[in-house]
């Protein structure tokens, strides 16, 4: 594995676990980070990964957002350059075809709030506040929170937070539809690892493929329904889908090999 230096990467037997490093500013997103989270997408194999959780380092932060120091004076091209730079690595996270969960230890605003959601699914510790507080800044989110954020709690409570910059706590978020599950003070980042787990048991083809079919609900270049008929009949011709049958005709666990 390569060396970062924004982030922290171990590889435990497939499941990568990935700490934004930057304890001090509240592991805010800088173009550090940005290079390690690019390098680090580009050079995963999918088929070699169980999935992944990213968490931020220390007890106060996922990621309190981009790095203000960094973007208060880029120009117009500058920013516009870093909010898409920013679009295409969140992109890269959603789309991956194993599971891409969140651990949120605290903050998730701004740019912390549109990694979480970039996510898959977010796990959160009782601590966990999220937020997009940029019209704090006379700014709007940069990294997909205006279109994420509806996804996944509706346009009117989206608007809210939007316009008023409030947080919520991790009780409203999971109320909202934000967060996935809640756990005990510190257990995040575990039960993220146990969800990968329970989900690397399945058959790998339609993981890859589920991903790829509920993002592309929200993907106006597709048809999702066609897609989903495309998919299912592929599938169905797969040694995966053959052995799943199988083992529960014969009531056992199936073995699956990705093909
Ligand atoms: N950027 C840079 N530094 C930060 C950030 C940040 N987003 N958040 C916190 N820090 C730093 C603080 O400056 C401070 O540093 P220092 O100790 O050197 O003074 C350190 O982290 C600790 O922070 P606080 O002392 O403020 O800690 P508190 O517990 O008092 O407060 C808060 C915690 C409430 C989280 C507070 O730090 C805060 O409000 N932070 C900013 C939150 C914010 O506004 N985030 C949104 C940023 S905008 C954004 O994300 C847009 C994304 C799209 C960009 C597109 C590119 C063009």
């Keep these: 594995m390569q060396t970062y230096n924004s982030i922290l990467v171990e590889d435990l037997e497939g499941l990568i676990l990935v700490t934004i490093n930057r304890p001090k500013a509240l592991n805010a997103l800088n173009t550090s980070v940005f290079d390690d989270l690019e390098n680090l997408m580009n050079t995963l194999n999918p088929a070699q990964v169980k999935g992944i959780v990213i ?21 117009i091209d500058g920013a516009q350059n870093m909010s898409k730079r920013g679009h295409d690595i969140f992109f890269q996270i959603e789309r991956f075809p194993k599971p891409v969960i969140a651990a949120v230890n605290g903050f998730a605003l701004g740019g912390g709030c549109e990694l979480a959601m970039a996510c898959h699914m977010r796990v959160v510790g009782p601590n966990a506040k999220f937020g997009q507080p940029e019209v704090n800044l006379g700014i ?29 706590s991790a009780d409203e978020a999971l109320n909202l539809g934000l967060a996935n599950v809640i756990t005990e003070e510190g257990g995040e980042v575990e039960k993220a690892k146990e969800l990968i787990l329970r989900i690397s048991k399945k058959a790998p083809l339609a993981i890859g493929e589920t991903i790829r079919l509920v993002n592309a609900y929200f993907d106006k270049s597709q048809e999702g329904f066609s ?13 995966d889908f ?5 083992a529960f005709l014969e009531k056992r666990k199936a073995n699956f090999t990705g093909k």
Excluded: C, H
């Design 55 to 75: 968490t931020g380092s220390g007890e106060k932060a996922f990621a309190a957002g981009a790095d203000i120091s960094e973007f208060s004076s880029l120009g």
């Design 140 to 168: 709007v989110p940069g990294y997909g929170g205006s279109q994420r954020l509806i996804q996944l709690i509706g346009k009117g409570k989206a608007m809210e937070l939007l316009l008023t910059g409030n947080m919520v």
């Design 227 to 239: 897609e989903e008929v495309k998919t299912f009949g592929a599938l169905s011709n797969t040694a």
């Design 242 to 246: 053959k052995e799943g049958a199988s």
